[in-house]
């Protein structure tokens, strides 16, 4: 089941197109630890949805947080990026540890929604998209869902120094979000598949993929470490890493287009501003 945020509301689509998610107890559908179970009777009821109006970041009040360096591939981009600084050792090290790398990455009024523009840093000269599979995860700390993720990322301000990583991550339209939410019954399978394209000029600069296999953190395992010693009232949402990394030649740019895609989720794409 997919479950979808638009600007009249929450809509669920089953399989037999979209039905309209009553007002919720509290104002939130997304915390509610019972979220599969609770859609599933919704499903059952088949109240008509309003058709289709355009949709928004699927997110309520809930932190966006984030996991680096859990992709050999990913490993090796950041070691590149900051051998000049020498810092190349510590994403090494991050890489075999047991203690996953966890920052915070975005508030929702930052998160830019399907067919919204991402933004680059002014003061930034090297720039990428990063695809990820995002997680949906309640205040008790249960991953009740999954959608498509871009951690937006300034190569160079993280390069330059490790310890400039929320400048190069953390800033008004870094993190997109959507188009909708995968509530499942099971967790994603291993080979679940991540695509991206970058568009400029109608023309594709680069388009690559990768799998869950291919993470070597288990999603549960960075809930775990991420909710040791900390509450979320309000749930969270959590980028597991990237295992796509355009080649260091490559930098966005302004009015390139951004489509990623998680098999059974859907293709968030977003131009950037």
């Known amino acids: 089941m997919l479950i ?54 699927p997110i309520e009040e809930q932190e966006v947080w984030a996991a680096g360096v859990t992709y050999f591939r990913s490993r090796t ?21 047991e203690r996953p790398e966890l920052f915070f990455k975005s508030t929702p009024h930052r998160v830019a929604a399907p067919g919204e523009p991402v933004r680059i840093r002014q003061d930034s000269k090297w ?14 700390g249960r991953i009740l869902g999954y959608t498509v993720g871009n951690d937006m990322s300034s190569r160079d301000i993280e390069g330059e120094n490790p310890l400039y990583l929320p400048q190069a991550k953390v800033y008004d339209r870094s993190c997109a979000l959507g188009p909708g939410i995968l509530i499942p019954a099971e967790p994603l399978a291993p080979s679940t598949a991540i695509h991206i394209e970058i568009r400029r000029g109608g023309a594709s600069v680069f388009a690559e993929g990768t799998t869950l296999a291919e993470m070597k953190r288990r999603p549960a395992d960075l809930v ?11 749930g969270c949402f959590l980028l597991t890493g990237t295992g796509v990394v355009p080649p260091n030649s490559f930098t966005l740019a302004s009015g390139d287009e951004i489509a990623i895609s998680i098999d059974g989720i859907g293709t968030l794409t977003n131009p950037v501003a």
């Open 4 to 57: 979808y945020r638009t600007e009249t509301g929450w809509e669920l689509d089953a399989g037999d197109g979209r039905i309209a998610a009553p007002p919720q107890t509290g104002g939130r559908l997304t915390t509610r630890e019972d979220l599969y179970e609770y859609l599933v009777r919704l499903a059952g009821e088949g109240a008509a949805g309003p058709g289709n109006p355009a949709l928004r970041a």
């Open 77 to 97: 981009a950041r070691m590149a990026e900051s051998a000049a600084s020498g810092g190349m050792s510590f994403y090494d090290r991050v890489y075999n540890a």
């Open 127 to 140: 720039n990428v998209p990063e695809p990820e599979l995002t997680l949906l995860v309640s205040p008790g």
């Open 224 to 234: 775990e470490y991420l909710f040791r010693d900390n509450s979320f009232p309000n």
